[in-house]
């Protein structure tokens, strides 16, 4: 079988939520299936590092597609010619977008819908192009396959998409992630938080990750608690961040709100598993890897009780109201004064974390393209 598989996203030193999932399910599948020729389409030169085994055929097809014009042209012309010259017999495609045109099955990625829920956070060409497409994209897909029941059924509530065209493969986190001995996280914590114990966000910094709710409820802690606990931010500025950057810079206790651009998962897996708690009150995700990514490092988390983050936290985490920056600072506060609470959440994640394999999620999925596969043939 020759599977061609979308791979733009697979960026040395760049790599994040789709990256991550494409980095490690398409990797399982090249090495647990040599019989297979894989085709790997890049919209710019790759790095070697990718090139996971020898039954890959790298192909860097143009125009670097970054931009709504550009990826309707590499989609619609680009791919398309790739695969029909490459007799690609299946396309995995796992940023969400696929090529209407192309007459080869695809299994189509859709992480979540926060564009439809949210498109003020996004630029209006970026929205407008999401919102457009991504109904067409479903209803082309031979097969969907999402991260979460909450992303499920959100595809079928929004697109009015056939249930049994979507499969749920969740994410995993990387092996790095995991508990730490004390001295250990003491290091990290001189390295990174001064001395002290903290509180820790990661992930791209944009408005729907609700980062300045999110220091605005460290504020209250910080009046009420009077303790010298600290919070680390942790990713780039994206998007829409002036407000984000600006509460970092002036934030009244600023002394104890450090941030720190993107880390390499070997050293990014280290600060979240020296952390108090993780701190994730995201308005909208299809997964939350960094609460997965804290579960791994039996860390506690305080998150958004929307979306699919209760059902990735399970009892690991205490739940809140992303809008409501008081509820926020008081999960806060009771996680800082109730140690036995804490406990019980580390507890909870050594049975949470089970749900979660990146092998396990590999093989889900490639019983997925075997299923098409068949079906196609047999059509």
Not at 169 to 184: Q, S
């Amino acid at each position: 079988m020759r599977i061609a598989v979308n791979t733009r996203f697979l960026l040395k030193g760049k790599l994040e939520g789709i990256g991550w999932f494409t980095n490690e399910i398409i990797r399982r599948m090249v090495l647990n299936h040599p019989e297979h020729e894989f085709i790997f389409l890049f919209d710019r030169p790759y790095d070697q590092q990718f090139i996971f085994a020898d039954n890959i055929i790298p192909v860097v097809i143009p125009p670097p597609a970054r931009h709504p014009i550009l990826w309707y042209i590499w989609f619609e012309w680009s791919v398309k010619r790739a695969l029909k010259k490459y007799k690609a017999d299946i396309f995995i495609s796992t940023d969400g977008f696929l090529s209407i045109s192309s007459s080869v099955p695809c299994i189509l990625v859709v992480h979540d819908l926060a564009f439809e829920h949210y498109p003020e956070h996004l630029p209006f060409k970026f929205r407008y192009y999401l919102r457009k497409f991504t109904p067409r994209f479903v209803q082309k897909a031979a097969h969907t396959v999402t991260v979460s029941t909450y992303s499920k059924e959100d595809l079928i509530a929004t697109y009015d998409a056939d249930p049994d065209k979507i499969s749920i493969v969740y994410n995993g986190a990387h092996t790095f992630y995991k508990p730490l001995d004390y001295e250990t996280k003491q290091g990290i914590r001189d390295h990174y938080a001064q001395g002290c114990e903290y509180f820790v966000f990661a992930g791209a910094l944009h408005p729907r990750k609700n980062v300045a709710n999110l220091l605005k409820a460290f504020e209250i802690f910080k009046r009420k608690q009077r303790s010298n606990m600290k919070m680390l931010i942790i990713g780039r500025f994206a998007w829409n961040a002036e407000d984000i950057r600006r509460a970092i810079q002036q934030h009244p206790f600023k002394n104890d709100v450090l941030h720190y651009d993107y880390m390499e998962v070997k050293e990014l897996s280290k600060v979240i598993g020296a952390a108090y708690a993780l701190t994730f009150v995201s308005l909208f995700e299809g997964f939350g890897i960094p609460i997965l990514e804290a579960i791994q490092c039996e860390i506690p988390s305080i998150v958004s009780n929307t979306t699919s983050m209760p059902e990735v936290a399970g009892e690991t985490a205490l739940l809140v109201d992303p809008s409501n920056v008081e509820e926020i600072a008081g999960a806060m506060s009771t996680l800082y004064k109730d140690e036995n609470l804490r406990n019980q959440l580390i507890q909870a994640t050594r049975t949470q974390v089970k749900k979660f394999n990146w092998d396990k999620s590999a093989l889900e999925f490639y019983t997925i393209v075997e299923k098409i596969t068949r079906k196609n043939n047999a059509s």
